[in-house]
């Protein structure tokens, strides 16, 4: 990334119901302006997001004819920030546009309608004449204790649905049950779904080789009994290699995978680049 020296980042990421929740539930969102909520230690304030940009490339999208959303006060939380804290060791040392697609509130939308919108933002990005970093931030397979409208309890119903802000010491709460929850998890106890390497591992050949269209088939509950409920992140990697294809074709120059129990996920990496 040094090297490479973007000028813009794109991120499509997931929420964890910090910015998005059932009151008004869109299946993509793009921000003009965002917040980092500083869930997991990551960085809270601010985002450097260009807002004439990030309109532009909205604009662009609904044209390519995907509807999106848009957001000019966007809260984003560790699926946003933490790749950019990572990658630059600033949460605010790039100029971002943050797309939220909704890979945890069900009904889900169909796998095809991911893909279109990575396309779509991709195109408009190629006309830009910028150096662009398209960032896929989502685990693969994992099961993580999501709550779910069918099974939260009053205070966690009130907060997916209305949003009602979380105290210091309740966010602190929930992210230390979830680090029990993992705790538990890799110790082979626990009722968590199993990681599923294999479904990992067919997931990241898939987009290694460009055969991204193979997913406009998967079906969301088939993807949920195969790879765990959160699965669904793996939305954001297609719409990030969407983007990517739709300026050509691509190769992955790195290539990384750990199934890892102890963060309830399986985890991987991958960098690609256009070719000629």
């Known amino acids: 990334m040094a090297a490479f020296d973007p000028e813009l980042v794109v991120t499509f990421s997931p929420d964890h119901y910090n910015g998005f929740f059932y009151n008004v539930m869109p299946p993509f969102c793009i921000?003009?302006?965002?917040?980092?909520?500083?869930?997991?230690?990551?960085?809270?304030?601010?985002?450097?997001?260009?807002?004439?940009?990030?309109?532009?490339?909205?604009?662009?999208?609904?044209?390519?004819?995907?509807?999106?959303?848009?957001?000019?006060?966007?809260?984003?939380?560790?699926?946003?920030?933490?790749?950019?804290?990572?990658?630059?060791?600033?949460?605010?040392?790039?100029?971002?546009?943050?797309?939220?697609?909704?890979?945890?509130?069900?009904?889900?939308?169909?796998?095809?309608?991911?893909r279109a919108l990575g396309a779509a933002v991709g195109a408009h990005l190629s006309g830009l004449g910028k150096r662009v970093l398209v960032i896929g931030s989502g685990g693969l397979s994992h099961d993580p204790p999501v709550p779910t409208l069918a099974t939260a309890p009053p205070a966690a119903l009130d907060r997916i649905v209305h949003g009602k802000p979380m105290t210091t010491e309740q966010r602190q709460a929930r992210q230390?049950?979830?680090?029990?929850?993992?705790?538990?998890?890799?110790?082979?106890?626990?009722?968590?779904?199993?990681?599923?390497?294999?479904?990992?591992?067919?997931?990241?050949?898939?987009?290694?080789?460009?055969?991204?269209?193979?997913v406009d088939a998967w079906d969301n509950n088939w993807m949920a009994a195969q790879a765990g409920n959160s699965a669904h992140e793996v939305r954001t990697w297609v719409a990030a290699f969407a983007a990517l294809a739709a300026q050509g074709s691509y190769r992955t120059n790195d290539r990384f995978y750990r199934a890892a129990p102890e963060l309830i996920a399986g985890f991987a990496i991958r960098t690609a680049v256009s070719t000629p």
């Open 176 to 214: 230390v049950a979830v680090i029990d929850a993992a705790r538990e998890f890799a110790s082979g106890r626990g009722g968590l779904a199993p990681l599923n390497p294999e479904w990992d591992q067919a997931f990241l050949d898939l987009v290694d080789t460009g055969r991204l269209d193979e």
């Open 31 to 114: 921000g003009t302006a965002a917040e980092g909520v500083g869930d997991y230690g990551t960085y809270r304030g601010a985002l450097d997001v260009p807002a004439g940009l990030a309109t532009d490339c909205a604009r662009a999208v609904l044209d390519a004819g995907v509807d999106v959303a848009i957001s000019a006060a966007m809260h984003v939380d560790h699926g946003t920030v933490q790749p950019l804290e990572k990658l630059f060791g600033d949460a605010v040392a790039k100029p971002v546009i943050p797309v939220f697609i909704n890979s945890v509130a069900t009904p889900l939308g169909p796998m095809h309608r991911v």
